[in-house]
């Protein structure tokens, strides 16, 4: 199988969560090219009703009816654990539905392991009169949804690793979860789970696997550490709200990291350096997705006060330090409800799915933003990708930059600190959380970025690449920018100038506003995806372009730009 060519498609569902939402992103302005023609992107896949419904069949409930069983297998050591961990699953598929049929694997995060009424506990086994937390069933409305599509979902229970493994070493029990996973695939992929008899044969060469909290960080590194000879191949990752105690240094499969700007608990700047890390392979997609208003635990039912079976679960956000962000606060107009965040997962994940082990391909442009999205009143959600065939140059190695007063720019170091520090990316940043960038103690690998800053339009900053660059076959030009919360929204001008002195301009972009500020969460300095189409350029040499400027027209403001691209057609 060619794992290459399966994980570049595998992301490319990411933009999942745009089933509910729009993109801020701002069009280009086809009367700023200096050629006179409109800058119309080509349509790579087909465009109108037919791709538009296959959108809207994907958002809704698929066609099939589906079963829940459960299995409860030998328990098996794991690592060094002294005692047994469970091999306990539920499975969810759909009802005659022609096999085999992919697979996509769940696994939830750390919580207690027993209760008994109103009284939780972390021993495993569980105490006399105690009972196990389903935390596996929280997301048995995600499994039902999937299913319904035509995928056998297993979500696989972790208590015994959260009690052996919770604060063993320092990766937060990962490689334990890792292991448990791994097992997990092979007994399935040997045929020793009786209870996948109900559906016509698991394709073990198509699997997708979701973690919610420490899971997320548990799936990314079964994916890392699949072996070379396993008899089941990962295509992707979706990281929910996902921490990051010791991840990997690369990715080696697709990685889309999931996560809401109400976290409480871990935060949405952990799920984005997943995202923003390097990658065994560069042709494979990463994506980003934040959800408006959704917070930490909610995503499972066992984790919402109002459904969990064992009583233990709460609302993350006004459990944090004791007090909670304004615009988190449950009655905020900007927060969503456990059911509408439940339901932001189950269609993001399945767009996801359904790109990522089927090759869809209307799912797959929504990442890329080809097709447009029905957008449900009051709900937002932000996607930004990279990867996925974009050639990208980063700062340093890849462009220097100057600039023209009144407009200043200058290359930042990519960490942040509470602590204003002139030089890195991330000064002056609540709680020292910066999205795209790891605080100065941390073992991240970081990219710098360039700030631009700029008090009166009329000045630029010029983006000087190494070496010339050929873009004649892209169809867009692409930045990755966040902008500084604290000032206005924001208007660019983007020009291209070749080899021989020639310019042409690309087109405007904006007003573009940044995502909400908080004061209790990180300040919100996500990426949103500056994308300026090519097509009808002319008067300059596409192949051998040798600088990229940015030139501001908005009264004032501050942006960063993380890196720049070539999005293939």
Not at 339 to 351: D, F, K
Request: hydrophobic share 40%; charged share 20%.
């Amino acid at each position: 199988m060619d794992r290459a060519r399966t994980r570049i498609a595998a992301v490319l569902a990411a933009a999942a969560l745009l089933a509910a939402c729009s993109s801020p992103t701002g069009p280009a302005d086809p009367a700023q090219s200096t050629s006179g023609a409109a800058p119309e992107p080509p349509s790579p896949t087909a465009s109108g009703p037919t791709a538009q419904q296959r959108v809207a069949e994907l958002l809704a409930p698929g066609p099939y009816v589906t079963r829940t069983t459960e299995y409860d297998l030998e328990p098996v050591r794991l690592l060094a654990s002294g005692r047994p961990v469970e091999v306990v699953a539920q499975v969810v598929g759909p009802v005659d539905a022609e096999g085999p049929l992919p697979v996509v694997m769940l696994l939830h995060g750390y919580w207690p392991s027993c209760y008994e009424g109103k009284n939780a506990t972390t021993d495993w086994p569980c105490p006399s009169g105690y009972e196990p937390i389903p935390s596996y069933r929280g997301y048995t409305y995600l499994q039902e949804r999937l299913a319904s599509h035509g995928y056998v979902t297993v979500s696989v229970s972790a208590n015994a690793v959260n009690v052996q493994f919770g604060d063993v070493g320092r990766d937060g029990g990962a490689r334990a979860r890792s292991a448990l996973l791994r097992h997990h695939l092979d007994l399935l992929a040997a045929g020793e789970v009786p209870a996948l008899a109900d559906w016509p044969g698991a394709d073990l060469g198509r699997v997708l696997l979701l973690g919610h909290s420490r899971g997320g960080e548990g799936v990314d590194r079964a994916a890392f550490e699949q072996p070379a000879d396993a008899a089941w191949d990962i295509a992707g990752v979706v990281l929910v709200g996902a921490t990051a105690f010791d991840p990997p240094s690369e990715s080696r499969a697709a990685v889309v990291g999931m996560t809401g700007d109400c976290d409480g608990d871990v935060g949405p700047g952990l799920g984005q350096l997943y995202v923003d890390r390097k990658p065994a392979d560069p042709a494979v997609l990463r994506s980003s997705v934040l959800i408006r208003g959704a917070n930490h635990n909610y995503f499972s039912t066992e984790w919402d006060p109002a459904t969990s079976e064992s009583g233990t679960g709460y609302d993350d956000i006004v459990s944090e330090g004791g007090t909670s962000d304004p615009l988190c606060e449950p009655d905020s107009p900007t927060r969503l409800t456990a059911a509408e965040q439940q339901e932001q997962l189950a269609r993001g994940t399945t767009l996801v799915a359904a790109a990522v082990l089927t090759g869809d391909r209307a799912a797959a442009d929504v990442l890329d933003a080809r097709e447009p999205l029905p957008v449900p009143d009051g709900q937002k959600v932000w996607v930004t990708g990279t990867g996925s065939g974009r050639t990208t140059l980063l700062p340093g190695p890849g462009f220097a930059t100057t600039a023209i007063s009144p407009t200043t720019a200058r290359q930042c170091v990519g960490r942040s600190s509470e602590t204003p520090r002139p030089r890195l990316c991330g000064s002056e940043t609540v709680q020292g959380i910066s999205v795209h960038w790891p605080d100065r103690g941390s073992t991240w690998a970081a990219n710098d970025a360039v700030e631009v800053a700029w008090t009166a339009p009329g000045g630029d900053a010029r983006l000087a690449l190494t070496q010339p660059w050929d873009i004649s076959s892209a169809y867009a030009l692409e930045l990755r920018v966040p902008i500084d919360a604290a000032g206005s929204p924001v208007s660019l001008d983007v020009a291209i100038t070749d080899s021989a002195g020639q310019s042409a301009v690309l087109g405007s972009w904006g007003p573009v506003e940044a995502l909400p500020g908080g004061t209790q969460l990180p300040s919100r300095r996500w990426a949103q995806p500056l994308q300026l189409p090519l097509a009808g350029i002319e008067g300059v040499d596409l192949t051998s372009i040798t600088s990229v400027t940015v030139t501001p027209t908005s009264p004032s403001g501050r942006v960063w730009l993380l890196d720049l691209s070539a999005l293939p057609a």
